[in-house]
């Protein structure tokens, strides 16, 4: 399959379907895929209703205001999973010969 065609099939599934894909790929740790249904809890937590047009307002927001591709924020996680693992003794202080 070339690039496109495997843009176009990708298309076609689900969010669960390309979240459970990038589940199987050994390269990839994690991953945060946000909805529309998202948007629509967080509108009804801040007392808006999630009609069609607040979701659409607030996405054009993201779009045009927020970098959601930057995982900078994410990082506490890694951090944090690094200090539990030291803490837990499961880290090794040396490379091994020959890495």
């Not at 993201?62 to 690094?82: H, P, Q, R």
């Amino acid at each position: 399959m070339t690039k496109p065609e495997i843009i176009a099939a990708a298309k076609t599934l689900s969010v669960h379907e390309l979240s459970r894909i990038l589940d199987e790929k050994e390269d990839v740790i994690g991953k945060v895929i946000w909805t529309p249904d998202d948007i629509a809890c967080q509108l009804k937590e801040d007392g808006y209703p999630p009609t069609e047009e607040n979701i659409k307002a607030v996405k054009e927001i993201l779009k045009t205001d927020y970098d959601l591709n930057d995982c900078s924020s994410g990082w506490f996680v890694i951090e944090s999973a690094v200090y539990d693992a030291d803490k837990n003794k499961e880290l090794q202080k040396k490379e091994k010969k020959g890495e």
